[in-house]
């Protein structure tokens, strides 16, 4: 109920003033100033609704619209008020709540139970009761307002784009959202970083584009996790800046899935993490900071901490290659013409000569083999082979080469000198 602060009905201009009854009737049973105000100006509202701000406000809501959950967006340089009164008669609002400028608010339907728990013996009238909301810009400011059920969020599209603001919660239910940053709002320094956020990691990809919904690409990233950030191109920022040319912040994701993204300006650092520095066989792998490795690797990892800090994690995992192993088999010409499987591979052989083959099973060390194959059938079998294999007498005795082993015409390898 709470995020209902800035989804207020903008109060038609042609309105009238609350009826003379309703005036004599607040001063003879001495209600709050705001009573007709609150019981005659309300105005119904439904989801989703866009509206400008620029003056106090009243209106009502369903209880279940209420059960829907609300999804708060409020533009505005100033901040904004909102008071929930149960009846316009109360004369203390049962709610207080002030909204920063540009800032998302949102209440889950657990929260919405919640509050309704604590209303006690009230509790049973809850479903045909119509808070009464009232809601002002402070210091006469005017502001922007869009309103969405829980983890809902307004289609931003090139033809109409959501503004992008630093430090400002968007929910992205749609597959593919693009929001426009004016120049004034990138930073002078070129920092800021993007983060993710999907309950169950599912990734997104995100680019950036300057000028136009479609202009010159300046990054681009995957991003799965919470813990990982995109950090733009630092100096592209700069110099799109200094010549005044807006940024647009693309944000594309699979179908059926809600998640939620953030820009931040100047991110602060907290301490370093203590640095990571693993070894292993090849075939396991290491796992950081919710990603897993599998090939030597270091680096420095930046983490999101919470909202604009971050902290960095030096990593380095090296992985140990395998001591070369040495295998010979003998095999009847037969058996090796039909394919042989080489069990400890899961291969078949169906020549000889050398081969190195690497064994790899999950999480398990690879093994890498040096294997040998004959066959005992001689000079016929072994001068059809498929290796490089050649005849050459010497000293009256024929020899048989595969490619650089030496057999005699019974397939016994002989050691050269």
Known sequence: MTAMAVCAQEQPAYAPQWSSLCDSTQRILKLPYYYCACDESSSPFSFPYEAEVSDTLWFTATMNDLRQGISAYWFANTSVTMEVYAFCTSKVPTITMTVGPNQMR????????????????????AEKMTP???????????????????????????EDPVPLRAGMTYVCDKEENAYRMEWSS?????????????????PCDIWLTLDSCTGEEIGSAVLSDSLHVYQPDSAQLVNARKAKRPLWLHVKHAKGLTGRIYWYNNPKYAEPLPSVNKSVCLGKT????????????????????TRDTLRTMDVRFTFTQPAMEYDTISLDPVELSRGYIYKPANMVVCD??????????????????????????????????????????QNGQLFIYVDDRKYNVLGQEIQNN
Not at 108 to 120: R, T
Not at 132 to 147: A, D, E, K
Not at 360 to 389: F, H, M, P, Q
């Open 186 to 202: 990138m930073p002078s320094s070129g920092k800021a970083f993007v983060l993710w956020k999907q309950k169950k990691n599912k």
């Open 132 to 158: 009464h909301i009232r809601v002002f810009p402070n210091n006469g400011g005017s502001g922007r307002v869009y309103c969405y059920p829980y983890d809902q969020g307004p289609h931003s599209t090139c």
């Open 352 to 393: 000889v000569g050398d081969t190195v083959v690497e064994i790899k099973k999950a999480n398990t060390c690879t093994r890498r083999i040096r294997l040998t194959v004959y066959t005992t059938e001689g000079i016929s079998y072994l001068g059809a082979a498929k290796g490089n294999s050649r005849k050459i007498i």
């Open 106 to 125: 949102d209440i889950d339907v657990e929260k919405i139970n919640q509050k309704l728990s604590e209303m006690g013996d009230l509790a049973a009238m």
């Open 286 to 305: 290491l796992s950081a900071n919710m990603r897993t490795y599998s090939a030597d690797t270091a680096f420095t990892d930046t983490l999101w901490v």
